[in-house]
């Protein structure tokens, strides 16, 4: 299988002189093709601040990630913004839709932010609609969607541009356990139907044992 991230000694400080922390203390991961992954650990100890960093969505203080073989913190802004656009595809726990757009609308967003044509994605958009079982909710607003379904209308749209990878921060964190399930085994889906490289981050055993590895955070370090 191959490598799409590599992560090597990435180290990350807050704050400055005597107040300053370091959340992560030299951190070496690598997510091969088509894995699904869990990152588990204990509040605080950078879960989401090493997901973010993975991403580009946050720069390391020392060390290097790699996407695809390429360190994107080397990577000029419009480069590294055209790899989160296009290769990598963000999940949060807070669904961030846009209220006035309807379903369909706000899972084509990042298909019309980046300049293409709705029109083109069609056959893209019914397929995905039809996994996160929407179809007949396309015209929707968020406001008339229960949280779960919402969750679901944010996956499609991290989805819809056919990413390599999906980075997902407690993305079931405000759901019910029901709903939880449904989202979990959606992400299990759309990593064997799609073949999408997933890595979560989670605090549940129940949720982590939907992929097939875990990588246990501890005060900054890897310990499992």
Same mark, same amino acid.
């Given at each position: 299988?191959? $490598?799409?991230?590599?992560?090597?000694?990435?180290?990350?400080?807050?704050? !400055?002189?005597?107040?300053?922390?370091?959340?992560?203390?030299?951190?070496?991961?690598?997510?091969?093709?088509?894995?699904?992954?869990?990152?588990?650990?204990?509040?605080?100890?950078?879960?989401?601040?090493?997901?973010? =960093?993975?991403?580009? +969505?946050?720069?390391?203080?020392?060390?290097?990630?790699?996407?695809?073989?390429?360190?994107?913190? !080397?990577? *000029?802004? *419009?480069?590294?913004? !055209?790899?989160?656009?296009?290769? =990598?595809?963000?999940?949060?726990?807070?669904?961030?839709?846009? %209220?006035? +757009?309807?379903?369909?609308?706000?899972? +084509?967003?990042?298909?019309?932010?980046?300049?293409?044509?709705?029109?083109?994605?069609?056959?893209?958009?019914?397929?995905?609609?039809? =996994?996160?079982? +929407?179809?007949? @909710?396309?015209?929707?607003?968020?406001? %008339?969607?229960?949280?779960? %379904?919402?969750? @679901?209308?944010?996956?499609?749209?991290? /989805?819809?541009?056919?990413?390599?990878?999906?980075?997902?921060?407690?993305?079931?964190?405000?759901?019910?356990?029901?709903?939880? $399930? $449904?989202?979990?085994?959606?992400?299990? @889906?759309?990593?064997?139907?799609?073949?999408?490289?997933?890595? %979560?981050? $989670?605090?549940?055993?129940?949720?982590?044992?939907?992929?097939?590895?875990?990588?246990?955070?501890?005060?900054?370090?890897? /310990?499992?």
């Amino acid at each position: 299988m191959k $490598t799409v991230i590599q992560a090597n000694n990435i180290t990350k400080n807050f704050g !400055k002189g005597e107040n300053e922390s370091q959340i992560l203390k030299g951190i070496d991961i690598e997510i091969k093709e088509r894995e699904f992954v869990s990152i588990m650990g204990p509040s605080g100890c950078g879960k989401s601040t090493l997901l973010y =960093i993975l991403g580009g +969505l946050d720069a390391p203080t020392s060390g290097k990630v790699h996407i695809h073989e390429k360190d994107i913190n !080397k990577m *000029k802004d *419009k480069e590294k913004s !055209k790899v989160r656009r296009s290769d =990598i595809g963000f999940v949060f726990q807070f669904y961030n839709l846009v %209220q006035n +757009l309807n379903v369909e609308d706000n899972i +084509l967003l990042p298909i019309v932010m980046g300049g293409g044509k709705a029109r083109h994605y069609k056959k893209e958009l019914a397929e995905i609609l039809d =996994i996160v079982g +929407l179809s007949d @909710r396309r015209k929707y607003l968020p406001s %008339q969607l229960s949280g779960g %379904q919402q969750q @679901r209308v944010a996956i499609a749209r991290a /989805v819809i541009s056919n990413p390599g990878i999906l980075l997902a921060d407690e993305p079931v964190g405000n759901l019910d356990s029901h709903s939880s $399930t $449904t989202i979990m085994e959606l992400f299990k @889906r759309i990593n064997e139907e799609k073949g999408i490289t997933i890595l %979560q981050v $989670t605090h549940s055993e129940t949720n982590a044992a939907y992929g097939n590895r875990i990588i246990r955070l501890s005060d900054g370090l890897v /310990v499992g």
